[in-house]
Nanobody, 126 residues
Framework: QLQLVESGGGLVQPGGSLRLSCLAP????????IGWFRQTPGKEREGISC???????YYTDSVKGRFTISRDNAKSTVYLRMNSLKPDDTGVYYC????????????????????WGQGTQVTVSS
């Protein structure tokens, strides 16, 4: 079964940085929008940032100015650079791929993805 592979999570102190990677080895990434989603216990899954095939992006308000999403289609990888991390950023981060996205903000709001990864844990704590 085709899956995406997340990596780069870990334990970091508040104010620190991490870079998450979403590898899609079996996809022609050019044809897909990719989103990053966060799941924390007791909360609904939240769309953090999404990037469309044309490079257009969306960020949820809580991460604007701190997180940057980017894609390298040649490496079949999408990155999420996370700076100035806060304890509220803690959670399991998943990436998802969707080939039919007209509105990248809608992808982040609805969480629709044809393919998903297993997730990577991010813990922000002193």
């Amino acid at each position: 079964q085709l899956q995406l592979v997340e990596s780069g999570g870990g334990l970091v102190q508040p104010g620190g940085s991490l870079r998450l990677s979403c590898l899609a080895p079996e996809l022609t990434l050019d044809y897909y929008a990719i989103g990053w989603f966060r799941q924390t216990p007791g909360k609904e899954r939240e769309g953090i940032s999404c990037i469309n095939r044309d490079g257009s992006t969306y960020y949820t308000d809580s991460v604007k100015g701190r997180f940057t999403i980017s894609r390298d289609n040649a490496k079949s990888t999408v990155y999420l650079r996370m700076n100035s991390l806060k304890p509220d950023d803690t959670g399991v981060y998943y990436c998802a791929a969707n080939p039919r996205v007209a509105d990248i903000e809608a992808m982040c709001h609805t969480g629709r993805g044809d393919y998903w990864g297993q997730g990577t844990q991010v813990t922000v704590s002193s």
